[in-house]
């Protein structure tokens, strides 16, 4: 799950509310054709345009994405997956998360990385993902897609294309849910509050 997701509060802190669905399957599916759109008008001539998504839920939207620059298009896109983990800053903090693959359809040097995740927060997890792709080659540029952004950033980090701005309050969490990972289609938000 993506940094959009992160619960701020402490467990004996807060008290769950009802998610609340800010997006549903058909929204999900609109955002990502106006998404590719964005991304071909942006980066149209590229010969090396590839489309990497973050995991978990960056990976099936990678796939959406590059699936719906080929409606547009009329020809592939290659499509991968980045495992960031070893850099991520909060590892100390989370040592037993699983380290998962990195598969990259071809070389990134001289490329057009787009960089797909779900939500956007903090900015800690695309800046480890740059540094992930640093340490791999020389992209000519990476540009990162979200599906939703949220606010509330700690790094400076924007995203290139976003399927919806969703201001957000810090103590609210974000939530992805994609057919591939979950079974269900849909955005939710919810409120943690503090206890009285």
């Known amino acids: ?3 959009g997701t992160e619960d701020p509060l402490p467990e004996e802190q807060r008290t769950d509310v009802t998610p609340r669905e800010v997006m549903d399957a058909d929204e999900i599916s609109r955002a990502v054709v106006r998404m590719a759109h964005q991304v071909l008008e942006n980066d149209h001539d590229a010969e090396k345009l590839m489309v990497i998504g973050i995991p978990t839920r960056g990976v099936p939207l990678a ?3 590059a699936a719906a620059m080929e409606q547009i298009e009329g020809r592939a896109f290659p499509v991968g997956e980045l495992d960031i983990t070893f850099y ?3 590892l100390r903090h989370q040592p037993t998360r699983t380290v998962g693959p990195t598969r990259l359809p071809a070389p990134i040097d001289d ?3 787009v960089l797909v995740d779900d939500v956007l927060y903090s900015g800690r997890t695309a800046s480890a993902a740059l540094e992930a792709l640093r340490d791999i080659g020389r992209p000519r540029a990476v540009r990162l897609a979200v599906l939703v952004d ?4 700690q790094l400076p980090i924007s995203a290139d294309v976003v399927g919806k701005d969703l201001p957000t ?3 609210e969490s974000v939530r992805l849910r994609l057919q591939e990972t979950d079974g269900v289609t849909g955005v ?3 409120r943690a ?3 009285s």
Do not use: P, S, Y
């Open 150 to 153: 949220r606010g509330h950033r």
């Open 193 to 195: 509050e503090r206890e």
């Open 1 to 3: 799950m993506g940094v």
């Open 88 to 90: 991520r800053d909060d």
């Open 169 to 171: 309050a810090a103590a």
């Open 188 to 190: 939710t938000i919810a």
């Open 111 to 113: 490329a057009v990385v």
């Open 63 to 65: 796939r959406r994405l």
